[in-house]
């Protein structure tokens, strides 16, 4: 519904508009993405594909259905998103390890 409103209300299907409606330049979204990471006390490198991908990432940790991410992703086939699936094994992983301190005291 919100991005379908964003749509009707700009005449355009960009998700994301500067205050007048209009496309965000790259430039402008990469100084915003660096404000957050150093807001947030990132120390690596802040990029928009960092940002792209931990928003996949943390999709797919959510159970979000990978057809619907691929949607948001807009990418044109199933085989683009899965690239970001393998962060789901990742995770569960960190969960397993947990169990060392109780193997392993």
């Known amino acids: ?15 994301f508009t500067s205050p007048n409606g209009k496309k965000l330049r790259q430039r402008s979204l990469l100084a915003k993405c660096k404000a957050i990471a150093e807001n947030a006390k ?8 960092k940002f792209r991908h931990t928003f996949a990432t943390i999709l797919i940790q959510n159970g979000v259905p990978i057809q619907n991410i691929k949607e948001l992703l807009g990418h044109a086939s199933i085989a683009q998103t899965e690239i970001y699936a393998h962060n789901k094994s ?8 947990r169990l060392d301190n109780l193997l392993n005291p």
């Open 1 to 15: 519904m919100l991005i379908e409103n964003q749509i009707n209300k700009n005449g355009n299907d960009l998700v």
């Open 42 to 49: 990132i120390l690596s490198k802040a990029t928009l594909h």
């Open 90 to 97: 990742d995770y569960l992983h960190q969960d397993v390890a």
